[in-house]
Every structure is written in C-alpha cells, then in structure tokens.
C-alpha cells in the first residue's frame, strides 16, 4: 500500500495564482483532511472531509477549495495565491477509531 | 471547547536518559488520545494512541503514554533516549463521537537529544 500521497512535494507560486495540491489514499479511509504547518503555530486544519461528497471547513478555511468526489482523493485549491498562504501542507486521512496516516508534505511558496 | 496542552515547546535529554514530553488536555469526557513524531521534513507519524481499555499504552520506538483521567494527562516516556528520537511531538485528541474526526493539536514539543 502506498498510503497517503501528496502532488507535488514543492511548489513556488506568483501571488494571484492558482494551483491544486494532490491527495490520494489507498486504504479505503473514510475521514480526509488537510492541514496547514507554520513555525510556532502547530498544525491548523484547513478544510475535512468525512466521506465522498461531503466536506467542511476547518479553521483557517479562507482562501482554499476542495472537493471529495471518490473515497480516494481529496484535492486541495488554492483560488489566488497570497504570500501568506507560504507553508507546509499536509494530508491525512483516517478510519473510525484509528490514528490519521500522513502524508510527506507540500512545502508552498507564494512570492 | 477542547484543548492540547504540551509543556515545554523544547526538551534536551542526554543520550540514555529518560524522555519524559508532557500533554494535557482540557475534555468533559475522556477523548481518544494520540502522540505523533514529525522528523525533519517529513510528514508526522503516529507513535502510539488510546481509545479504550488498558491505560498505559505502548507504540513504536520505545514510546510508551499513559492516560491519567484525574490528572487529563497523556505524558509521553522513553526510559533511555537514541540520538535518533531527535524530532517534533505532537500530542493530539479527539472527540469519541464517531461523527466527529477532527483532531485537535498541541503546539508541539522539539527533542534534543545530547551525546
């Protein structure tokens, strides 16, 4: 199994740009999430998912789309990027009662 | 609303000591529990958790928690720390509604280890 796989591991983008960060699972998890990771601020959820066809938001949602049309992906868009926006992104995904399983990370710069 | 408490955002230990990371949550229920590692530019790792049952729990590396109700602690042990346990802590919990999987995190604790 290859678990939790991000697209792409880095990314630099021009402010007001779009993008879409990838997130696929193979272990039939039901719970997908994305965070955020910034220096001295912990892990911030950004949006979730608890099944196909359903998300929403976490709590720092502004500025991120996403959509969970099949159990496997959860894709992640950013609409005008900010240099704000500039950190590590991460997915994870979840089975009722298990631990989230990580994956390796999107480092995002936004100049 | 739940909280994660983590004392100390940096802990230096010497190598073969005793790692002790401290977690505290604030829940008007026991939550599920969870500690994770996040190495250097990796992505983070679940250590070990507790749902139900035994409340000294063992993970993977050494690691050991134990959940303390009275106490709403989930301290995280090692008796004697690798160079490689050099890395983040996260203390993590969640609420028992099956519904609800949002975990909600500590700030995270660095591990030094000394040789």
């Known amino acids: 199994n290859a678990g939790v796989t991000q697209t792409p591991k880095f990314q630099v983008l021009k402010t007001g740009q779009s993008m879409t960060l990838q997130c696929a699972q193979d272990?039939?998890?039901?719970?997908m999430s994305w965070y955020r990771q910034d220096p001295g601020m912990g892990l911030r959820l950004i949006h979730y998912?608890?099944?196909?066809?359903?998300?929403d938001q976490g709590e720092v949602p502004n500025g991120y789309n996403v959509s969970r049309s099949t159990t496997e992906d959860f894709p992640l868009r950013l609409l005008s990027a900010a240099p704000s926006q500039t950190s590590v992104y991460f997915c994870?995904?979840?089975?009722?009662?298990?631990?989230?399983?990580f994956g390796s990370g999107t480092r995002l710069t936004v100049v | 609303a739940q909280s994660v408490t983590q004392l100390g955002s940096h802990v230096s230990v010497s190598e073969g000591a005793l790692v002790l990371l401290r977690c505290n949550y604030s829940?008007?229920?026991?939550?599920?529990l969870f500690w994770y590692v996040q190495y250097p530019n990796q992505g983070l790792q679940l250590l070990l958790k507790?749902?139900?049952?035994a409340t000294l729990v063992k993970g993977i590396n050494g690691f050991e928690a134990e959940f303390k109700k009275s106490e709403t602690s989930f301290h995280l042990t090692k008796p004697s720390a690798h160079m490689s346990d050099a890395a983040e802590y996260f203390c993590?919990?969640?609420?028992?509604?099956?519904?609800?999987?949002?975990?909600?995190w500590g700030l995270g604790t660095s591990l030094a280890v000394n040789p």
């Open positions: 998912s608890v099944g196909a066809g359903i998300t």
């Open positions: 272990m039939n998890h039901e719970y």
């Open positions: 993590a919990v969640s609420d028992r509604d099956g519904n609800n999987r949002k975990l909600i």
């Open positions: 507790y749902t139900t049952g």
């Open positions: 994870a995904s979840s089975r009722t009662g298990g631990g989230y399983t």
């Open positions: 829940s008007s229920v026991p939550p599920y």
